[in-house]
């Protein structure tokens, strides 16, 4: 089924123009493809799945790196900064990945449907993990692609395959990590209400003991379980958004590195711009003249469109 999906994938790669990620007729998932392996990449994640049908690729998110190839998929819960490298590709058999945001709706409707629910601890675990992506999975992805070449089925068919996705996911081995990220009467669901109100409110100075009382938690409790979930510490956090932010201004917009460091909440360029160098490797300046030559150079080496 492995090898059914990355055909399926090359395929469609074979058939775009421009550079990866390749976006499809359902707005909610993007083809990824890579000739080659590739520096780090710093993004935010959302509730997502990312499934490796050929090659491998490695995420760290705060200090963990979890490194996930063919018949394996990234799972993300919550909404959080990370870096992604893709380590393992070549001309002749690219890292071919196929993402999908995750509806926490219908995982919830599947949920409450269930004869068995998965039990969820009283702890608040990670958010982010690998899970393997083979037999029932496998093929619900392999139908995701396949449905592409039919786009007046896709309102009509992709939330029954979601729906399926959501099923065997909450019975599988990981069923009970996955109902404490999506489920509305988990203990991770206060925090992440706290994190939607950070990420809204990044460009302001937000203290902890008010995420705390968003959370209905203690700032001790809050901070710990917070970081259980993101692997960052709430400040971590909000400093990787606005960097990122910031990143994003700087390479898509133009912005000269003064403006960008305030308009995403600092104060001083200064410190926006020791920040930015611990966090990207290079100054401001330096780091996107770099990425912009990347961008050109992906451009360059993508395949004619068949």
Same mark, same amino acid.
């Given at each position: 089924?492995?090898?059914? /999906? ?95 945001? /995750? ?125 259980? /979930? ?20 700087l390479v898509s917009r133009s912005f ?30 330096r780091d996107v003249k770099h990425l ?15």
């Amino acid at each position: 089924m492995a090898n059914e /999906l990355a055909q399926a994938l090359l395929r469609f790669t074979n058939k775009q123009t421009g550079a990866s990620p390749f976006a499809t007729a359902i707005d909610t998932m993007i083809v990824m493809r890579s000739d080659q392996p590739k520096p780090p990449a710093h993004m935010i994640s959302r509730p997502a799945l990312c499934v490796v049908a050929q090659g491998a690729k490695w995420a760290t998110i705060g200090g963990n790196r979890l490194e996930y190839r063919a018949g394996q998929a990234l799972l993300i819960g919550v909404e959080t900064p990370s870096i992604g490298q893709v380590v393992e590709a070549h001309p002749g058999e690219p890292c071919l990945v196929l993402a999908f945001e /995750l509806d926490l709706a219908i995982m919830r409707s599947v949920a409450e449907e269930l004869e068995h629910p998965p039990g969820m601890s009283g702890e608040i675990g990670h958010g982010v993990f690998v899970t393997d992506f083979q037999g029932p999975l496998a093929d619900c992805a392999l139908r995701l692609v396949r449905l592409l070449d039919t786009p007046k089925a896709i309102p009509a068919l992709y939330p029954v395959i979601m729906r399926e996705i959501c099923y065997w996911l909450l019975t599988g081995p990981h069923g009970g990590e996955v109902a404490r990220i999506a489920l509305a009467n988990s203990p991770s669901r206060n925090v992440i209400g706290a994190l939607h109100s950070l990420r809204d409110r990044f460009r302001e100075a937000v203290r902890v003991d008010e995420l705390a009382a968003i959370a209905r938690m203690s700032p001790s409790a809050f901070h710990r379980q917070f970081k259980a /979930l993101t692997a960052l510490t709430p400040l971590q956090y909000q400093k990787q958004l606005r960097l990122l932010e910031a990143r994003r201004l700087l390479v898509s917009r133009s912005f000269n590195v003064e403006t960008a460091a305030f308009e995403v909440g600092y104060e001083s360029p200064s410190q926006f711009s020791r920040e930015y160098t611990r966090m990207f490797g290079a100054p401001p300046k330096r780091d996107v003249k770099h990425l912009q030559a990347v961008l050109h150079a992906d451009r360059d080496a993508m395949p004619d469109a068949a």
